[in-house]
Antibody, heavy 121, light 109 residues
């Protein structure tokens, strides 16, 4: 079954850019039929959808984060990435990547284990 | 932007039945919102349980079921097991965006 794994710095300074990568194993991003998502969870809180990318580069972002977010894909590495600019302490959270299967009905099926990013000087 | 509301907490006895709900600030939840449900245990990533209102993943235990109830999405657990104690999140599709509910902490006691 497909596996997703987040990676990136666990500590980012305020006003800088948060960058994370999700590596997909046992499945090809280029095969189509999926959206590749980023979701975050503030410690002890609920989930917040950040956005998704299709392997051809089409993206859709949460309106509340749209001005600071960019998701990109590297099909040669079977990875997709998140960039969040001008971070503050409010961006401290667990960040998850997840696959959303498209079709007659869509659904989120597989998730990465998540990575904690702390914004602090 | 759509706000999705869930019960903050619920308690159920082992072997009992409990229903969690998921409401939308924009009105009644319908099948077009394609409700998804996720379970999250402490220190773990969310795990998908239900999609498109009532469809189960291959790994979803039979005691979990999804439906629409009174204008809300609903997740019913029948014959609750101690291992069902967890946080449960719903997700609704809303005009292209995906919106999570705040989650329900289910205690099995």
């Amino acid at each position: 079954q497909v596996q997703l794994q987040e990676s990136g710095p666990g500590l980012v300074k305020p006003s800088q850019t948060l960058s994370l990568t999700c590596t997909v194993s046992d499945g090809s991003i280029s095969s189509g039929g999926y959206y590749w998502n980023w979701i975050r969870q503030h410690p002890g809180k609920g989930l917040e959808w950040i956005g998704y990318i299709y392997y051809r580069g089409t993206t859709y972002y949460n309106p509340s984060l749209r001005s600071r977010v960019a998701i990109s894909v590297d099909t040669s590495k079977n990875q997709f990435s998140l960039r969040l600019t001008s971070v503050t302490a409010a961006d401290t959270a667990f960040y998850y990547c997840a696959r959303e299967t498209l079709g007659v009905v869509t659904n989120f099926d597989y998730w990465g284990q998540g990575t904690l990013v702390t914004v602090s000087s | 932007q759509t706000v999705v509301t869930q019960e903050p907490s619920l308690t159920v006895s082992p072997g009992g039945t409990v229903t969690l709900t998921c409401a939308s600030s924009t009105g009644a939840v319908t099948s077009s919102n394609s409700p998804n449900w996720f379970q999250q245990k402490p220190g773990q990533a969310p795990r998908a349980l239900i999609y498109n209102t009532s469809n189960k993943h291959s790994w979803t235990p039979a005691r979990f079921s999804g439906s629409l109830l009174g204008g809300k999405a609903a997740l019913t657990l029948s014959g609750v097991q101690p291992e069902d104690e967890a946080d449960y999140f719903c997700l609704l599709y809303s005009s292209g965006a995906r919106v999570f509910g705040g989650g329900t902490k289910l205690t099995v006691l």
